[in-house]
């Protein structure tokens, strides 16, 4: 490599104004994820939800403002190659080696990319690999091993009275004794043979919500197990809310339609690849994202696509399901993520936007996704080999998404996209599901609405093929063209028809607002029959009924925070 430009050259002082604006997005960053103790300790759930949303602004924010600067510095040589060139080898110098080199390089991607509108990849003003890094072995000072010198229960103690907390246990023997007992019944559950030799957990509160947690695993007889301590902070002190002990368990809290995790973290390269022992199944750039890291997650997807296309020869073909009227959505047969683009035109009875589409995805990724929102991971020109096609998803593309997408001889050129992880439409999910897998999924597409109301979100379109089931069985949601604050509706009970001709006729016989809804009306878009309707009815007929959702809305309206529990009720600790 030659040497690098020096400081007070145009390439050096642009490369040391990024780092400056890279630093200074850093530290913001921190300093909001560091008021997550002080929030879960003051019980402030309201300032938590705010303190989100703020940390979700500040990467666009420094990033307009270090393009401003640049454009005032540079002038007309702001998209001249030959100065970036210089500029990445002398930015290159800045943060070589640094523990969070990989974040620093995707920033500077960003920059680029937004300075050129880059298509596909120039891999002489972008960092395009991933640099070589060792993963430090437990024992590095992320972590924190607690060694079993006696009971267990001794073990978990010493444990729980480590943590930083400025707020009192309520219970802290009987916190300490359900939750050895709990790690003994998970280990016979597992047929984890052996003694415990030790507890090692990584050296950082993982807050969300209403709760914190404890991430770690268990060490002894030849085995790991996965352990998570959820403690929720009550008027009584703090207390232990549940113990999960599988990966399964844990995959789910850690969920790409959950919101981010607030906690602060020293190697976040190892952390990730720490957490990777505790979930192998799921991608690296799932778990950067849900630590907030969602731009180097996007970087991490984004390689993790190029791999893809290397490794396999499999066309790009439309995504299993019924045809979307607002979205072209479609997949490589093998990968995790769907690609889903805003079509120009919406089929009836839809009347958005395409402005108006983009808002929503941009509401549902600053807004609290409790489980049940797929996170959706915005990209601009993609570009890909036009072989790698199929016939009939190109013609689709032609026909429908022109504003967004540019095909020409040899590419396709995606210029606005949503990249989210794939799951099983729920339409199809109950045609081939087991009987049982198929109720309890029927049970929770309750839950799901329910837990989406709780965070004040109204999915307006119920129908089964906007929803669907991830590999442990939870229904989420996947369609945001008709989502909206369930406080912008009004929800109404439905009038009784003055006589049979309004009964049956085929307009209805009273007058509807643009933001009424009429829960009672929710029937007939279910598409549920048989047992699975009965079962749905049993479990949650309330939610047709305006009088559930009114309440709710009032709920909201009073700035009341509806606790939504990210795990089974069933691990809970019940005291």
């Not at 950067?288 to 984004?302: A, C, D, F, P, R």
């Amino acid at each position: 490599m030659s040497a690098s430009p020096p400081s007070n050259s145009p390439a050096g002082d642009c490369a040391h104004a990024i780092q400056r604006a890279y630093h200074r997005y850093q530290g913001e960053f921190e300093k909001i994820t560091r008021r997550a103790q002080a929030r879960f300790e003051e019980r402030d759930w309201s300032g938590g939800q705010r303190d989100a949303r703020q940390r979700l602004e500040i990467y666009g924010r420094i990033m307009t403002a270090i393009v401003s600067k640049l454009r005032t510095d540079l002038g007309s040589d702001l998209e001249s190659p030959s100065i970036w060139k210089e500029t990445k080898k002398a930015y290159l110098g800045l943060i070589d080696g640094t523990s969070d080199q990989d974040f620093a390089e995707t920033f500077f991607n960003s920059l680029t990319r937004r300075i050129f509108t880059t298509v596909g990849v120039n891999p002489e003003i972008e960092f395009v690999r991933a640099r070589p890094a060792s993963f430090q072995e437990p024992g590095a000072d992320w972590t924190r091993t607690f060694r079993r010198t006696g009971a267990i229960r001794e073990t978990v103690a010493e444990l729980l009275q480590s943590l930083p907390f400025q707020v009192p246990f309520h219970d802290l023997s009987r916190d300490a004794q359900r939750i050895s007992s709990r790690i003994a019944w998970g280990r016979r559950r597992a047929l984890a043979r052996g003694k415990i030799d030790a507890l090692e957990f990584i050296d950082s509160v993982f807050y969300r919500g209403s709760r914190a947690f404890l991430v770690g695993r268990i060490l002894g007889g030849g085995t790991v197990t996965p352990l998570l301590i959820a403690l929720r902070n009550h008027e009584q002190g703090l207390e232990t809310d549940a113990v999960l002990l599988t990966e399964d368990e844990i995959s789910v809290v850690f969920s790409f339609a959950r919101s981010y995790f607030h906690v602060v973290i020293r190697e976040p390269w190892s952390v990730v690849r720490f957490l990777r022992t505790l979930m192998p199944k799921k991608p690296f750039a799932d778990l950067y994202i849900s630590l907030g890291y969602n731009k180097h997650g996007k970087t991490e997807m984004y390689r993790d696509l190029l791999r893809q296309l290397e490794e396999s020869k499999e066309p790009f073909v439309k995504a299993p399901g019924d045809r979307g009227m607002v979205m072209i959505v479609f997949t490589l047969p093998t990968y995790d993520y769907v690609f889903k683009i805003i079509r120009d035109r919406f089929d009836y009875p839809k009347n958005s936007t395409p402005e108006e589409v983009i808002q929503r995805y941009q509401l549902v990724f600053q807004h609290d996704r409790a489980g049940r929102l797929v996170d959706a991971q915005e990209f601009e020109h993609l570009e890909f080999d036009r072989a790698r096609f199929s016939e009939d998803l190109l013609a689709e593309l032609q026909q429908s998404g022109a504003n967004n997408v540019t095909i020409d001889e040899h590419t396709v050129k995606l210029h606005h996209v949503y990249l989210e992880r794939r799951v099983v439409p729920l339409n199809l999910y109950l045609r081939s599901a087991s009987e049982p897998s198929r109720l309890d999924v029927v049970l929770d597409f309750g839950q799901a609405i329910r837990d989406l109301a709780a965070t004040n979100i109204f999915p307006g379109d119920l129908l089964l093929k906007n929803f669907g089931v991830t590999r442990h069985g939870r229904v989420i949601f996947y369609d945001y063209d008709e989502l909206c604050l369930l406080t912008d509706c009004q929800f109404r009970d439905l009038p009784a028809a003055r006589s049979h001709e309004e009964e049956v006729g085929a307009e209805p016989w009273y007058y509807v607002d643009e933001h009424d809804v009429f829960p009672e009306e929710f029937m007939q878009f279910l598409g549920l029959q048989g047992e699975s309707l009965e079962l749905f009815l049993e479990a949650h007929r309330d939610l047709l009924t305006a009088a559930y959702w009114r309440n709710l809305r009032q709920r909201h309206l009073e700035g009341e925070v509806i606790d939504v529990c990210p795990y089974a009720p069933s691990r809970r600790l019940m005291f």
